[in-house]
């Protein structure tokens, strides 16, 4: 089965195609950091607007990829939610249009399932059951993951993710954005533990996070003081290293908790160099293995969707009539189970 995926959840454009004997055919992102860096965030009305302008010749320039034509696919899948609802029902519209067109199943994917399901892309693959560290702009979750469609929340934060507080913090150091990748630049010039910064319930008893009061500790940290260069750097590598340090704690403990010896990391934040390196030095004491998704395909992209899609379409899961259905918000534990 070859799978048409579209992602239009927030600020970046994916579109691939996925083979279910081949693999991943051919893949293609635009991001629109560019068209949002001035308002240092997503402007939703900015954002749908230009996945309207995008999706189509995306499409087009994946299937020349991969040699194919809108006939040869076997099925659609999209990003139903959670994510902006403008931005989302671009993607739905056009997928839904082109399974009537084509007379092919459409299948509306949850953003998080696609990320969860990602390094199952990679080689080597994870098998379930696993531990996910679902890590991004959005989302901070740890979830136990028995099958596809089979997922229990252990954990999650209570109020900024882990890559909005990457953000937030990089505005405080006049940084640009997104700001994931701008601290990570900056804290690799500076040293960890010169600049004092506290560990958010990493010894609270349970597996939730917090990260709020971590990015109000660095405003407390510029405003306190004048920060050179050098300070500066010092302050993003503290950050950072808290951040790592809390993310690596809790993925152990729920790895204890559930007596599981595999630890899946996805999301944007899950490229972040410093929080690998600790994993796979944790996982080499532990004897756990942990695995990750190609840097490329951390961020929103559209082959977790089309991989996960055709996981879906190949259990018979599809919309029974055409509709533009999306969710801005969805748990991921009321997913449809896959079975069979």
Not at 2 to 16: M, P, Y
Not at 61 to 73: F, H, P, R
Not at 158 to 182: N, R
Not at 312 to 322: I, Q
């Amino acid at each position: 089965m070859r799978v048409l995926g579209i992602e239009t959840s927030c600020d970046e454009t994916g579109i691939a195609v996925y083979d279910g004997h081949r693999g991943l055919l051919a893949h293609a992102l635009y991001s629109q950091v560019a068209l949002h860096a001035d308002y240092g965030g997503v402007v939703p009305e900015l954002a749908s607007r230009d996945h309207v302008r995008r999706v189509l010749p995306l499409i087009r320039q994946v299937l020349d990829q991969a040699g194919l034509a809108l006939t040869d696919i076997d099925g659609i899948a999209y990003t139903e939610g959670p994510g902006l609802a403008g931005a989302l029902l671009v993607g739905a519209s056009i997928a839904h249009g082109l399974g009537v067109a084509l007379d092919r199943p459409v299948v509306g994917i949850h953003h998080l399932e696609g990320h969860l399901l990602s390094p199952l892309l990679a080689t080597p693959a994870p098998d379930f059951p696993f531990v996910a560290l679902l890590v991004s702009g959005g989302h901070t979750q740890l979830m136990n993951v028995a099958g596809v469609g089979r997922y229990e929340l252990l954990g999650e934060t209570v109020d900024d993710a882990a890559g909005e507080a990457f953000d937030k913090t990089a505005q405080l150091l006049g940084l640009g954005y997104p700001g994931g990748p701008a601290v990570a630049q900056l804290a690799a010039r500076g040293t960890p533990g010169r600049q004092h910064l506290p560990r958010p319930m990493i010894a609270s008893g349970n597996l939730d996070f917090s990260f709020s009061g971590l990015k109000t500790a660095v405003l407390t940290r510029v405003r306190g003081q004048v920060l050179d260069a050098a300070a500066r750097a010092d302050l993003a590598a503290e950050f950072e290293s808290a951040v790592v340090d809390v993310l690596v704690a809790k993925s152990r403990a729920a790895l204890r908790m559930t007596q599981r010896d595999r630890l899946v990391v996805a999301g944007g934040v899950g490229a972040n160099r410093r929080l690998r390196a600790a994993l796979d030095a944790a996982a080499a004491r532990e004897g756990f293995a942990v695995f990750y998704p190609d840097p490329a395909l951390c961020t929103d992209n559209g082959a977790m969707i089309a991989f996960a899609g055709a996981q879906r379409l190949r259990a018979g899961l599809a919309a029974t009539a055409p509709a533009f259905t999306v969710r801005p918000r969805w748990d991921l534990e009321s997913v449809g189970q896959v079975t069979g």
